[in-house]
């Protein structure tokens, strides 16, 4: 049980800071808007993503079943979004991988959270 929580609780820390950290990069951050046009989106939705990765950032850690799954969906087609967007405009294959990577932390910290409540 113990490592099941420190593996819940480490992944899904990981997982919530990186959004906190680039949501507030993704408003904020001139080269960010770049970024999101080279990609083919337009401004708008550079935006409508901070504000998304905030909220399922908090929604994450709520003991509420339904926000915490919906955090859990959304990240993993945000993941998987950007792994395919990157992939389409030839990025890189470092950029490919990151979004691959991170939706494997999410699926550990989804698999541990689904022991924990199975244990409660």
Same mark, same amino acid.
């Given at each position: !049980?113990?490592?099941?929580?420190?593996?819940?609780?480490?992944?899904?820390?990981?997982?919530?800071?990186?959004?906190?950290?680039?949501?507030?990069?993704?408003?904020?951050?001139?080269?960010?808007?770049?970024? !999101?046009?080279?990609?083919?989106?337009?401004?708008?939705?550079?935006?409508?993503? &901070?504000?998304? @990765?905030?909220?399922?950032?908090?929604?994450?850690?709520?003991?509420?079943?339904?926000?915490?799954?919906?955090?859990?969906? &959304?990240?993993?087609? !945000? #993941?998987?979004?950007?792994?395919?967007?990157?992939?389409?405009?030839?990025?890189? #294959?470092? @950029?490919?991988?990151?979004?691959?990577? #991170?939706? &494997?932390?999410?699926?550990?910290?989804?698999?541990?959270?689904?022991?924990?409540? @199975?244990?409660?």
């Amino acid at each position: !049980m113990k490592t099941t929580k420190i593996t819940y609780y480490l992944t899904t820390s990981i997982i919530s800071m990186m959004m906190l950290f680039i949501a507030f990069e993704t408003i904020t951050k001139p080269e960010v808007k770049v970024s !999101m046009a080279h990609l083919g989106f337009p401004d708008y939705f550079r935006i409508e993503l &901070g504000i998304a @990765k905030l909220i399922g950032a908090v929604f994450i850690w709520l003991p509420v079943r339904l926000l915490k799954e919906t955090a859990y969906i &959304g990240f993993a087609i !945000m #993941f998987s979004s950007a792994s395919l967007a990157h992939f389409v405009v030839g990025d890189p #294959f470092s @950029k490919v991988i990151t979004g691959i990577a #991170f939706l &494997g932390i999410l699926i550990v910290s989804y698999v541990y959270n689904t022991k924990l409540q @199975k244990n409660k």
